[in-house]
T-cell receptor
């Protein structure tokens, strides 16, 4: 069974479109994250949710809106896509928040290409 | 700026050799983690070392932590072609979210 699964794996879309990425974890973790990995492999946190509540929002444009319907799911909706949004987006989860939360479990990534 | 910085950016070695990667960070931490990322895949946790620990082993992996120098190293002994991947260190940002360095790309040649 996949621990952290995200869909779709690939998205190719035009500038200005809206797209969503879904993430689910079956580990019973309380905390979930969205990370963005750019073409140079830099991995930067975007959002963190703990038990459905937003904990971290790292100055991400308003076009990005996360939504956590329950603690096992964290989705990411992106409006008005721009060329610079092209990246690989990773969902991750951990037992708890911050340093005491232990290791992060990552999904396989969703590669977004904006044309 | 990134909390952790790995060094070197890229490393190429022969199978059977040891590979050493370093990570430097800027602020106080509670713990430091190392992750591996195979091409086109997600990150996989390798090892966590707490701030009060100096060394930790897991199979062919050895991690050291020097909090006075704010640095850590990851040693992979007797490397194999399957170890080819990018390796990242992650440090907790004042106990909050984990911040990743830019990674070291390791190539193990058969």
């Amino acid at each position: 069974d996949t621990a952290v699964s995200q869909t779709p794996k690939y998205l190719v879309t035009q500038m200005g479109n809206d797209k969503s990425i879904k993430c689910e974890q079956n580990l019973g973790h309380d905390t979930m994250y969205w990370y963005k990995q750019d073409s140079k492999k830099f991995l930067k946190i975007m959002f963190s949710y703990n038990n459905k509540e937003l904990i971290i929002n790292e100055t991400v444009p308003n076009r990005f809106s996360p939504k956590s319907p329950d603690k096992a799911h964290l989705n990411l909706h992106i409006n008005s896509l721009e060329l610079g949004d092209s990246a690989v987006y990773f969902c991750a989860s951990s037992l708890g928040q911050g340093a005491q939360g232990g290791e992060l479990f990552f999904g396989e990534g969703s590669r977004l290409t904006v044309l | 700026s990134q909390q952790g910085e790995e060094d070197p950016q890229a490393l190429s070695i022969q199978e059977g050799e040891n590979a050493t990667m370093n990570c430097s960070y800027k602020t106080s931490i509670n713990n430091l983690q190392w992750y591996r990322q195979n091409s086109g895949r997600g990150l996989v946790h390798l090892i966590l070392i707490r701030s009060n620990e100096r060394e930790k082993h897991s199979g062919r992996l050895r991690v050291t932590l020097d909090t006075s120098k704010k640095s850590s190293s990851l040693l992979i002994t007797a490397s194999r072609a399957a170890d080819t991947a990018s390796y990242f260190c992650a440090t907790d940002n004042y106990g909050q979210n984990f911040v990743f360095g830019p990674g070291t790309r390791l190539s193990v040649l058969p």
